[in-house]
């Protein structure tokens, strides 16, 4: 059965249960999964070739269907203009906060959202971006929504919103 969105967009502060989400849409749908930072990686952490990355995204991109799981706010564009769904995981940080700390201790091994060799770690960079990525992005969705508007966006803030989008789902 062809599923009503064929490409979705899944972005939004780490710990916000982006991964968890984009999983469980996975196994509703059939749609090929792809978490971003499997591909951003080496390995331990290591940033591969930015353009190397970029080749690869833009591999996934041009694909008939997927879910796309990740950050990359430099490369937001490439994967919003293919989309026809957008979810913004916009959980409040101190809940973000406790997830991630909670990963240290509980990780789900279904979830393959890590490139070999990089462990649940938290690092001040981390908690940075975490505490600056609503204002690191706000006026990069407001100008892609202009843009783009046959793409649907769903922000969503609360575990409310998320049960409204998975019964649309």
Known sequence: MKHRYQRIMIFGRPGSGKSTFALKIHKKTDIP???????????????????????????????????I??????????????ADLCLYFNYPRWRCYLRIIKRLFVKDHKIKDRAQGCSETIRWSLLYYIWTFEKRVF??????????????????????DLNNVEMQL
């Open 33 to 67: 999964l792809y978490h971003l930072d499997c591909y951003f990686y080496l390995g331990n952490w290591q940033e591969r070739d930015y353009q190397e990355f970029l080749d690869i995204q833009k591999k996934i991109v041009d694909k008939e269907q997927w879910i």
């Open 69 to 82: 799981d990740g950050n990359c706010t430099k490369s937001l564009e490439m994967r919003y203009q293919r």
């Open 139 to 160: 006026n990069q969705t407001k100008t892609l929504k202009a843009k783009y508007p046959g793409v649907q966006f769903i922000e969503i803030q609360n575990d409310n």
